[in-house]
């Protein structure tokens, strides 16, 4: 059943042993340190798959990661989420690749996967009606913004392309990571993109549809991958991103600014703190 964002318009793995033809005689205790650090991750287990593939195709550039994120760890805080040096999310803060325009892929089209001409004749209040309808019983999440605040959102999509947001979980809290290009947002768990970067599976795509836009609205859809996050855990990520990003909350652009900037004085607790705020 799909779940929407309302706006006033009106596996259990141990790590995989193999065994490295190459190299085996200078594998180091601190490689293997780290590769334990990594495996006593409390969402390890959610993506040991993907990760075993990058370590028996590419053990070598697997191990260099692995040492890489382990150094400026501290094992009990992260299983905690406390206070952690926020230097192990650099690659996050500091992204060696800046968003630039000319890269930004083509957005999704509307039409591909809802037919336009039927609601040509429509309103606003129509076309939400109609949207959510047709996402009823849909496993995705839908949303029907106004124009004025996705202008909003949009301008800090573009001064603010990489943000965290924090995820409740049963052992504490995982930090989810968006990326955005155009109008869509891309969600990766953090631990799948310190160990894949780029090359990191999405759990959570939202696409904001503009051709609508003449009649002041902007529609959304949010596909996820349903073996990392559920219904909920998605519409959590959609709620916080639009509740960050839509400009009215002082603090959150603090934050947003904070992490893009400032990355040095950026704290990742007050994100679980703004988010246990707003839960109370």
């Not at 692995?66 to 040096?85: G, R």
């Not at 004749?121 to 949303?143: G, L, T």
């Not at 503009?210 to 902007?218: F, M």
């Not at 349903?226 to 909350?249: P, S, T």
């Amino acid at each position: 059943m799909a779940l929407g964002i309302k706006y006033l318009l009106n596996t259990t793995l141990k790590y995989p042993k193999y065994i490295f033809f190459r190299n085996i005689m200078t594998t180091s205790s601190k490689s293997e340190k780290a590769m334990e650090i990594l495996q006593n991750n409390p969402y390890y287990e959610k993506y040991a798959d993907r990760i075993a593939e990058m370590q028996k195709t590419s053990p070598e550039e697997f191990l260099k990661r692995v040492e890489e994120q382990s150094k400026n760890k501290n094992n009990e805080n992260k299983k905690k989420f406390a206070a952690v040096d926020t230097r192990q999310y650099s690659s996050v803060l500091n992204p060696k690749h800046a968003l630039k325009e000319e890269l930004i892929l083509e957005d999704k089209k509307l039409n591909d996967i809802f037919k336009l001409e039927l609601v040509a004749d429509k309103n606003a209040e129509e076309v939400q009606i109609i949207w959510e309808e047709y996402h009823k019983h849909k496993e995705v999440i839908s949303a029907t913004i106004p124009k004025e605040i996705y202008e909003t959102i949009q301008l800090n999509m573009k001064q603010f392309p990489t943000f965290l947001f924090p995820l409740p979980r049963s052992q504490g809290y995982e930090f989810i990571m968006s990326q955005i290009s155009g109008h869509t947002v891309h969600f990766t768990p953090l631990l799948a993109f310190q160990v894949h970067k780029e090359n990191a599976p999405e759990c959570l795509t939202m696409v904001h549809y503009t051709e609508l836009v003449q009649k002041g609205i902007i529609l959304m859809r949010g596909e996820y991958d349903k073996n990392v996050l559920n219904g909920k855990e998605a519409q959590c990520l959609a709620n916080q991103f639009q509740l960050y990003y839509n400009g009215r909350n002082e603090n959150k652009i603090k934050l947003l600014k904070l992490f893009t900037k400032s990355p040095d004085i950026f704290k990742h607790m007050d994100l679980i703190t703004e988010l246990e705020t707003l839960e109370m």
